[in-house]
């Protein structure tokens, strides 16, 4: 058991690259935290630097309040499980399993008692004997889970893990760590690009971005309070909707402008008298596809838009609108990345001046026709269109 920290931690290849910058959080005993972000904003880096596996260019890794940058791997009592686990074909699982104690010198009988507790947790008693060609993918997977499990360390690292897996098999996988993880009560850090896996996984999530740090919070928190705009369009399927608008303030009326349409925001709100404050600034507003609705009640803004396409999926429906406004710019943007690929809908190539509301199946649309949204004014997010901070946090 152990507690991490990271301090500052920074890592500059030599070819220029800032691939983690200065980058701080702090690791509970025992917690499952996931770092997230899209590929290439420096989570197998960040995590490297903690196994000791990458040098350190400035900050500091400590484990139980020891500084570990001049520690070597060795010597700092973590186990990592890679995306890529090469299992030793030649060997037995019980072989596998077990060669990390074997080449620490432990005796036989410890490590037959190990490898057969982790065998058991694992689910892979029945398969000691064979050797990883005869295994399916999962079994494998629960293999290189198991080198790491027997030695008890102080601290787990994974690499995404289950990337080689198949989409129904990750599922139950991720289910299997999750609960393994809070049997034995071994702090983790555990490292995806897809945030479906990050929230239903971590205790809390890490959203990394250009290798810096965006947000970390409990998944439900991350979900209702995104402290940005690349966080409220990363986390959450569909994704967010986003669209800039133009602030207009008169006579303590303040309405947002945004192609032919203008919104008067009921005032008495904080959130008016917030943004009263940005006559005619630009903002980035949010609303999540789950909070419009078809029908105007108390409290409710209304927004135009066209149907464009219906996407039945069973109880629900995907509803894509047209809106006349000027899509979220490109640079502020999470889409694109492969966490996308496995959500739900066909919703990879986004673009700006659609919006997404998930509604009943029931509901009946035709292609084309003029509609009113109607979104609670408190469930729409304010961003700065200039830094995609959130203005109503
Ligand atoms: N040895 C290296 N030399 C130079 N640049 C590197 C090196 N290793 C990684 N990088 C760069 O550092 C950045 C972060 O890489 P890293 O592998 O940490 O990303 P990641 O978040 O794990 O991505 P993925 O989800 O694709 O695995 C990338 O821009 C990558 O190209
Ligand atoms: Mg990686």
Same mark, same amino acid.
């Given at each position: 058991?152990?507690? !991490?920290?990271? #301090?500052?931690l920074t890592?500059?290849?030599?070819n220029?690259?800032?691939?983690? /910058?200065?980058?701080?959080?702090?690791?509970?005993?025992?917690?499952?935290?996931v770092?997230?972000?899209?590929?290439g904003?420096?989570?197998?880096?960040?995590?490297?630097?903690?196994?000791g596996?990458?040098?350190?260019?400035?900050?500091?890794?400590?484990?139980?309040g020891?500084?570990?940058?001049n520690?070597?791997s060795?010597?700092r009592?973590?186990a990592m499980?890679f995306q890529s686990?090469?299992?030793y074909?030649?060997?037995?699982?019980?072989?596998?399993i077990?060669y990390a104690?074997?080449?620490?010198?432990?005796?036989?009988?410890?490590?037959?008692s190990?490898?057969d507790?982790?065998?058991?947790?694992?689910?892979?008693?029945?398969y000691?004997n064979?050797?990883?060609a005869q295994l399916?993918g999962?079994?494998?997977?629960?293999?290189?889970?198991?080198?790491?499990?027997?030695r008890?360390?102080?601290?787990y690292?994974? /690499?995404?893990?289950?990337?080689n897996?198949?989409a129904?098999?990750r599922?139950q996988?991720r289910?299997?760590?999750?609960e393994? #993880? /809070?049997?034995?009560?071994?702090?983790?850090?555990? !490292?995806?690009h /897809?945030?479906?896996?990050a929230?239903t996984m971590?205790?809390?999530?890490?959203?990394?971005?250009?290798g810096?740090?965006q947000?970390?919070?409990?998944p439900?928190?991350?979900?209702e309070?995104p402290?940005?705009?690349?966080?409220?369009d990363?986390?959450?399927?569909?994704?967010?909707?986003?669209?800039?608008?133009?602030?207009?303030s008169?006579g303590?009326?303040?309405?947002l402008?945004?192609?032919? #349409?203008?919104?008067?925001l009921p005032s008495?709100l904080s959130?008016?008298?917030?943004?009263?404050?940005?006559?005619g600034?630009?903002?980035i507003?949010?609303a999540?596809?789950e909070s419009?609705?078809l029908?105007e009640?108390?409290?409710t803004v209304?927004?135009?838009?066209?149907?464009? +396409?219906?996407?039945?999926?069973g109880?629900?429906?995907?509803?894509h609108?047209? +809106?006349?406004?000027?899509?979220m710019s490109q640079?502020?943007?999470s889409?694109?990345v492969e966490?996308a690929?496995?959500t739900?809908t066909?919703?990879?190539?986004?673009?700006?001046?659609e919006v997404?509301?998930?509604?009943?199946?029931?509901?009946a649309?035709r292609?084309?026709e003029?509609?009113?949204?109607?979104?609670?004014?408190?469930a729409l997010y304010?961003?700065?269109?200039?830094?995609g901070?959130?203005?109503?946090?």
């Open positions: 058991m152990a507690y !991490v920290s990271l #301090q500052n890592k500059l290849f030599p220029g690259t800032k691939a983690v /910058d200065d980058f701080s959080i702090d690791v509970s005993d025992g917690e499952f935290l770092l997230v972000g899209p590929s904003c420096g989570k197998t880096t960040a995590l490297r630097m903690v196994a596996l990458e040098e350190i260019s400035s900050g500091t890794v400590s484990i139980d020891a500084v570990v940058n520690v070597p060795r010597g009592d973590v499980v686990y090469a299992l074909p030649h060997m037995t699982v019980r072989q596998n077990g104690l074997k080449v620490r010198k432990m005796n036989r009988g410890e490590i037959a190990r490898v507790a982790a065998a058991e947790m694992l689910d892979l008693t029945s000691l064979r050797r990883p399916s999962g079994q494998r997977q629960r293999v290189a889970m198991g080198r790491a499990i027997v008890e360390p102080k601290l690292l994974m /690499d995404e893990p289950l990337s897996l198949d129904k098999l599922v996988m289910a299997e760590i999750a393994l #993880q /809070d049997r034995l009560g071994v702090t983790t850090i555990y !490292v995806t /897809d945030q479906v896996e929230m971590g205790d809390r999530v890490a959203v990394m971005r250009l810096a740090l947000q970390v919070a409990s439900q928190e991350l979900y309070n402290a940005n705009v690349f966080v409220a990363f986390i959450g399927t569909p994704p967010m909707n986003l669209f800039h608008a133009h602030v207009r008169e303590g009326q303040v309405s402008h945004f192609g032919t #349409q203008t919104i008067a008495g959130i008016a008298s917030m943004l009263s404050a940005r006559n600034a630009e903002i507003v949010g999540r596809p419009i609705t029908s009640s108390q409290g209304p927004i135009r838009a066209q149907v464009k +396409l219906v996407e039945v999926l109880g629900s429906a995907l509803i609108f047209l +809106l006349e406004a000027r899509p640079d502020l943007q889409s694109g966490g690929e496995d739900a066909s919703l990879g190539s986004r673009r700006g001046s997404l509301a998930t509604v009943p199946a029931q509901s649309f292609v084309g003029q509609v009113a949204l109607h979104v609670p004014v408190e304010f961003f700065d269109a200039m830094t901070s959130r203005i109503n946090l």
